[in-house]
């Protein structure tokens, strides 16, 4: 069966989890809709209890009809930070609430065309094909997604290397049935410079987020690496075995070019490439079960900002929902780099930790929440205190009011 409209209109942005939308302005020709949420948490993490804001966002969608059945469409969301700055570092989107003072900051804006029959084309900064893989697991509201290889470069949003809020990415996309796939090309030139590391064979990149970072412990020559990062490639596939069951499975890549102050020239290739499975609905009442598997290479960082060699992934949940609105859940994550990271760092990376959780449903759009942390990582050797600080056991309660 082919898509429907709206589906097919907003297909760069169908896997975001909780997504809806207020239709304020429909005509023959126009509609405009706005979204988006509020969510408040108090959290203790760290050594510290604080509220702080869980990710809230408005975005606003606009779609046009035009001839021979093509749509027009764009969507722009931005990220807002109501409640003020806080020092915690506690998931994938504290990256901004911890170093922007800013009350907006640009998550979503991309415009495209779509077909029943030819797909989707859009333009602009979207949800990577790499997360159709991996969406399945991401429905934690406090922490999520910092295993699956989405929000690189210890936590931030992906953006760099097209597999989250991708930046500068042409993707398209189309179905067949029970069958669906997404191609995407991220199109940019990107240059910049990084401190080399001593004592390594050869130097392992720095990421652009955290070039000008010196952590504390991590020592530094003034000798520096010249990086260039430019496109990215990625594409994902979509199988809907059953009504309960979906498969997916897909892959990124970009590469690195570098000159070191010596004048040595070495090229090292991001890549990640993983598979998924799900079974039920996350919304519905009833069972619903997800993980995501992925190998990865030169694709994150650890928690000082350094690039992994060799790391895999595994993210995993369960849930239960019940008839009265009261969802339980649990999760487990991990992330653990190679030995050519231990080598090269003298230090073991495995960021591990389970999550439970009750969500109670008032209605589909205001949830009450309760969520747990534990923490099993490892990051023996050198610079344990600085890895880990980022890493704690913690528990938070909040509310998220969805437009």
């Given at each position: 069966m082919k898509k429907t409209l709206v589906a097919s209109a907003l297909a760069a942005v169908i896997f975001v989890p909780t997504a809806s939308a207020i239709e304020i302005y429909k005509d023959d020709k126009n509609a405009v809709e706005i979204g988006g949420f509020i969510d408040a948490r108090v959290i203790n993490t760290q050594g510290s209890t604080e509220v702080v804001d869980g990710a809230s966002r408005i975005n606003f969608g606009f779609t046009r009809e035009m001839t021979h059945g093509w749509k027009a469409y764009t969507k722009l969301e931005w990220g807002i930070n109501p409640f003020g700055n806080?020092?915690?570092?506690?998931?994938?989107?504290?990256?901004f609430a911890s170093q922007s003072s800013d009350f907006l900051n640009n998550r979503l804006g991309y415009v495209g065309l779509a077909h029943d029959t030819y797909g989707s084309i859009?333009?602009?900064?979207?949800?990577g094909a790499w997360y159709d893989v991996v969406y399945n697991t991401n429905y934690g509201f406090v922490w999520d997604g910092n295993a699956s290889g989405t929000y690189t470069y210890n936590k931030a949003d992906g953006a760099v290397n097209g597999t989250g809020r991708g930046d500068k990415t042409v993707q398209y996309r189309n179905a067949f049935g029970d069958f669906s796939f997404a191609l995407q090309a991220q199109l940019k030139q990107d240059e910049f410079e990084v401190d080399e590391v001593p004592g390594a064979s050869s130097p392992i990149l720095p990421t652009a987020s955290f070039m000008n970072v010196k952590a504390a412990g991590v020592n530094v020559q003034n000798s520096v690496t010249t990086v260039e990062y430019n496109y990215t490639y990625g594409g994902a596939a979509t199988y809907n075995v059953t009504d309960m069951l979906t498969l997916t499975a897909g892959f990124n890549f970009g590469e690195f070019e570098a000159t070191t102050s010596a004048g040595k020239r070495l090229t090292e290739t991001d890549s990640i490439y993983g598979v998924g499975a799900t079974w039920g609905n996350w919304d519905a009442e009833g069972v619903y079960a997800a993980f995501n598997v992925n190998k990865q290479e030169f694709h994150?960082?650890?928690n000082l900002g350094r690039m992994m060699p060799e790391a895999w992934g595994?993210?995993?949940i369960a849930s239960y929902k019940f008839d009265n609105g009261i969802r339980t859940f649990v999760s487990y994550n991990i992330l653990e780099a190679g030995d050519e990271y231990e080598a090269a760092y003298d230090s073991v990376f495995k960021r591990q930790f389970a999550v439970a959780g009750v969500h109670y449903v008032w209605d589909s759009n205001t949830?009450?929440?309760l969520e747990g942390r534990k923490d099993f990582s490892d990051f023996s050797g050198?610079?344990?205190e600085?890895?880990?600080?980022?890493e704690d056991d913690g528990i938070a309660i909040g509310i998220r009011y969805t437009l």
């Open positions: 806080t020092d915690i570092v506690y998931n994938s989107e504290s990256n859009t333009i602009g900064k979207q949800w994150d960082t650890d595994l993210e995993s949830v009450l929440y050198a610079n344990e600085a890895m880990a600080k980022s």
